[in-house]
T-cell receptor, first 117, second 116 residues
Framework: DAGVIQSPRHEVTEMGQEVTLRCKPI?????LFWYRQTMMRGLELLIY????????DSGMPEDRFSAKMPNASFSTLKIQPSEPRDSAVYFC???????????????FGPGTRLTVL | AQSVTQLDSHVSVSEGTPVLLRCNYS??????LFWYVQHPNKGLQLLLK??????LVKGINGFEAEFKKSETSFHLTKPSAHMSDAAEYFC??????????????FGSGTRLQVQP
């Protein structure tokens, strides 16, 4: 398996522009997570999906952020409009949950480094 | 609520000497615990995980961690550091919240430097 795939790997944009980050989870995984990593705040969970349905979006910073998962093999994280403080590395991760167990391993993508000027 | 504390933000060791990265956690349930490693400009890679089986867990690259419930600790160790071990290490606790929803909490990370 190719692992979790994210695109683009790097994105530089100007304040006010729309940014779309993409993620392809590992085939067969039923959970997908979006994280943001900054020096100041470390790793933060933004939102996660189970079977394409958003389960917990309490980590999404504000209405400018939105995430979708139209099918089991694709998810997007959109920022509109983008601001300089959104500059961070955004990671996507996926996992396969076995019934009755918590703590299943999450597999991370390489991340998208976003710079908003 | 669950939480995880990595006691050292930076650790520096000499190549060939032991590594100890400390992690304490709190959890309402029987948690699963992980250590992830992140090399510069890379994603996170799983080193090892504990899921209520053996308390001493062996991972990749010679790392291991011991789950100590009485001390609520899950420290990461390696007998002999290698230059390629220089990276950031994250202790992670996974717990099932009261609502049954999945939650994963990351520590703030420990940056390991390995001196030649």
């Amino acid at each position: 398996d190719a692992g979790v795939i994210q695109s683009p790997r790097h994105e530089v944009t100007e304040m006010g522009q729309e940014v779309t980050l993409r993620c392809k989870p590992i085939s067969g995984h039923d959970y997908l997570f979006w994280y943001r990593q900054t020096m100041m705040r470390g790793l933060e969970l933004l939102i996660y999906f189970n079977n394409n349905v958003p389960i917990d979006d309490s980590g999404m910073p504000e209405d400018r952020f939105s995430a979708k998962m139209p099918n089991a093999s694709f998810s997007t994280l959109k920022i509109q409009p983008s601001e300089p403080r959104d500059s961070a590395v955004y990671f996507c991760a996926s996992s396969f949950a076995r019934s009755g167990r918590s703590g299943d391993t999450q597999y991370f993508g390489p991340g998208t480094r976003l710079t908003v000027l | 609520a669950q939480s995880v504390t990595q006691l050292d933000s930076h650790v520096s060791v000499s190549e060939g000497t032991p590594v100890l990265l400390r992690c304490n956690y709190s959890s309402s349930y029987s948690p699963s615990l992980f250590w992830y490693v992140q090399h510069p400009n890379k994603g996170l890679q799983l080193l090892l995980k504990y899921t209520s089986a053996a308390t001493l867990v062996k991972g990749i690259n010679g790392f291991e961690a011991e789950f100590k419930k009485s001390e609520t600790s899950f420290h990461l160790t390696k007998p002999s550091a290698h230059m390629s071990d220089a990276a950031e290490y994250f202790c992670v606790v996974s717990d099932r919240m009261d609502t049954g929803r999945r939650a994963l909490t990351f520590g703030s990370g420990t940056r390991l430097q390995v001196q030649p």
